[in-house]
């Protein structure tokens, strides 16, 4: 995703796009749906503040019982570009500034966009808070049926 920039002159301004999974270079088989991507962008030269809101839908494997499930992403990450070089401010390193170069006439977002979306993914992956998980024994799926095993722990 670009944002052509001598369409934004300075001031405040809304963008909102839909990207498909494979136009951000996300894992298809996870990102299924579009992504919605709402920015605000407050230009002031040489900077470029935005605050991106995605949504999207992940469709995820749950790390207790195994089973496939939908989760919903709503996340806000806010980033600033400067134009300019990086060596004009050494001491700064801040992983919500990124510099690029003067000049620059399409501002690439694409990866930015990836990298929010894939850091927003839980650690731990669940269905739902109390998912009770598989039988260690038998393996039977404890959110469905008491396993009859007799072996398996209770939650």
Do not use: W
Not at 5 to 28: F, M
Not at 55 to 80: G, V
Not at 126 to 133: M, P, Q, T, V
């Amino acid at each position: 995703m670009k944002i052509h920039l001598a369409a934004y002159p300075p001031g405040v301004h809304r963008i909102s796009e839909t990207e498909e999974a494979q136009e951000l270079k996300l894992d298809q088989a996870v990102f299924r749906s579009p992504v919605q991507a709402l920015i605000h962008l407050d230009r002031h030269d040489p900077y470029l503040q935005c605050i991106f809101d995605l949504e999207t839908i992940a469709h995820l494997e749950c790390d207790r019982c195994l089973n496939d499930y939908e989760f919903c992403m709503q996340l806000r990450s806010p980033m600033l570009y400067v134009m300019g070089r990086k060596s004009d401010a050494e001491d700064v390193d801040d992983p919500e500034i990124t510099y690029i170069p003067v000049g620059t006439t399409d501002l690439d977002i694409s990866n930015d966009l990836r990298d929010f979306l894939i850091l927003a993914i839980p650690e731990k992956r669940l269905c739902r808070e109390d998912c009770r998980g598989l039988c260690p024994h038998c393996g039977a799926d404890l959110n469905l049926k008491e396993c009859t095993c007799g072996i398996s722990l209770s939650a």
